[in-house]
């Protein structure tokens, strides 16, 4: 597609920026705009965008402006047709951030990649920045303000442990790390995260005094999970993981769920749970039910 790649759904939902109107024929009758990732149908020559074709086959097998019968096998990529839309004169999707580039729509996703006026997330917000959305051009601004890189100057050893931690773990979990010193109280909470889209934070309960229990609950949703603790060793073979999938069918569970008792009997330390006075929990959610 000319270097749109994975721009076209950002493009998509801030529209399609075309400076001039886009040809009928080049149109995509599902969307009325130009046919990116342009597709035709062998049986009746419409074109279409690959994306709008493909959702609406999955839901009927047939030519959405002629009801032939139709399959995904039953559409060809038009590179005549992408040649033509590639050609066409477009501008950023952020000039509304200030960015005055034009040019050809095929050469708009390598553009995309370095506009200094694009929105990104500052690399540090899995690990407690709080900042929303930042313009590439101020990022490194940021970086040298930014509350998780202050912390790392300061040499915080629970911020360091987390990031190692997450090195070794890639699937999307939530890693949190506190002192072993409030393992006896009463109730520890981490920090709020995001997961599938929605928030949510843990909590280590000592209801059971010798053996805290570890749960997930929900910030501003009712949604339910099911989801994976782990707690992790200084030697990541020996990690503890435990999978929770009765929130769902649980009536009487309501903003929280969790496993009681998960950590061990006996010294902690010993068992090498215990890495520079903190203990590393991590959460992995699995599924969401509505």
Known sequence: TGGMGNYIGIVAAAGWPFTHAVPDDLKCPICLSAAVDAVVTDACGHLFCHVCITEALGAKKACPCCSAPLTVDG??????AQRRIN?????CTNSDHGCRWAGDFGQLGGHLEGCEHGEVECPFRAYGCVDGKILRKSLPGHMGECVVTMRLAQGDVALQQEMSI???KTDGCFVWVFSVSHVRG??????TFEAHGLKWYLSLSSKNKERPGVYLFRVDHSKRADFTLTLFNADCEKDKAGNVNGWAADPKADCGYGIPAFLPDGDLRDAGLIVSGFVRIGV???????
């Open 284 to 290: 992995t959610i699995n599924k969401v039910y509505q």
């Open 75 to 80: 559409i060809r990529k038009d590179l005549r």
């Open 166 to 168: 997450r090195q070794r």
């Open 87 to 91: 050609a066409l004169r477009a501008r």
């Open 186 to 191: 009463d109730v520890l909470r981490s920090r």
